[in-house]
C-alpha cells in the first residue's frame, strides 16, 4: 500500500527565517506528487504538481522538488501570512486520479 | 463564485440518524470525489465518480452511501450516524481521470464539519 510521511509535523519559524518541509513516499508507481496548502476551516488548496525526479516548480516564496523518494517544499523568507498546513500527496497508478495523503505540516510563522 | 460548494458548512445530530451532503461544482470537471479528514488532519479517499459513474470505492461502510445525479452534483448519504463518523468531509473536483487532468489537481470544497454526539 501506497505510504506518504510528512515531517515535521509542526514547525515554527520567525518571519524571514528560511526553512524545508519533507515528504517521504512509498508507492508502486508515481502518477504525480503534489502539494497542498490548507488554512483552518478551509479546503486544501493547489500548490504544485510534480512528476519526474529533478523536477522543480516554484510559486512566490515556495519551491517544491523531487527526488525517487522524497519531495521537499522550500519556504524562502517566510512571511505570517505563510502560516498554513502544508499537505503532500501521491498519486497512483489506475484510474480515478485517487491521491494518498500525508498528515501534513503545520506551519507557523511569527513576527 | 465558488467553484466546489458543500452544504452544510456544520452538522451536528444525534447517533442513529440519517444525514445528507451535497456537493455542487461549477468548473465543469468530469471527475467527483468525498474525502473524509479526522481529527489528526489525515485525509482519505471515500468516492469517485466520473460522468455519474462510481470509479472508486474504498473501505467505506455500506451506511455510507454517495449519489451524483449528473457530473456536476455529488451527494452524500449517511444513514445510522455513529460517533466514529464525526470528521470534516470535503467533495473534491478535477478535469478528468486521465493524466492531463492531473496537472491542476484537485479543486476542494470548504468541507462539512460532522459533528455526532
Known amino acids: 500500500e501506497d505510504q506518504v510521511t510528512q515531517s515535521p509535523e509542526a514547525l515554527r519559524l520567525q518571519e524571514g527565517e528560511s526553512s524545508s518541509l519533507n515528504c517521504s513516499y512509498t508507492?508502486?508507481?508515481?502518477?504525480?506528487l503534489f502539494w497542498y496548502r490548507q488554512d483552518p476551516g478551509k479546503g486544501p488548496e493547489f500548490l504544485f504538481t510534480?512528476?519526474?525526479a529533478g523536477e522543480e516548480k516554484e510559486k512566490e516564496r515556495l519551491k517544491a522538488t523531487l527526488t525517487k523518494k522524497e519531495s521537499f517544499l522550500h519556504i524562502t523568507a517566510p512571511k505570517p501570512e505563510d502560516s498554513a498546513t502544508y499537505l503532500c500527496?501521491?498519486?497512483?497508478?489506475?484510474?480515478?486520479?485517487?491521491?494518498?495523503f500525508g498528515t501534513g505540516t503545520q506551519l507557523k510563522v511569527e513576527l | 463564485d465558488t467553484a466546489v460548494s458543500q452544504t452544510p458548512k456544520y452538522l451536528v445530530t444525534q447517533m442513529g440518524n440519517d444525514k445528507s451532503i451535497k456537493c455542487e461544482q461549477n468548473?465543469?470537471?468530469?471527475?467527483m470525489y468525498w474525502y473524509k479528514q479526522d481529527s489528526k488532519k489525515f485525509l482519505k479517499i471515500m468516492f469517485s465518480?466520473?460522468?455519474?459513474?462510481?470509479?472508486i470505492n474504498e473501505t467505506v461502510p455500506n451506511r455510507f452511501s454517495p449519489k451524483s445525479p449528473d457530473k456536476a452534483h455529488l451527494n452524500l448519504h449517511i444513514n445510522s450516524l455513529e460517533l466514529g463518523d464525526s470528521a470534516v468531509y470535503f467533495c473534491?473536483?478535477?478535469?478528468?481521470?486521465?493524466?492531463?487532468?492531473?496537472?491542476?489537481?484537485?479543486?476542494f470544497g470548504s468541507g462539512t464539519r460532522l459533528t455526532v454526539v
Open positions: 473534491a473536483s478535477t478535469q478528468q481521470a486521465g493524466d492531463r487532468g492531473r496537472e491542476s489537481g484537485y479543486t
Open positions: 508507492v508502486s508507481g508515481l502518477r504525480g
Open positions: 510534480l512528476y519526474s
Open positions: 500527496a501521491v498519486g497512483e497508478p489506475g484510474g480515478g486520479n485517487k491521491l494518498t
Open positions: 468548473l465543469g470537471h468530469d471527475t
Open positions: 465518480y466520473n460522468n455519474k459513474e462510481l470509479i
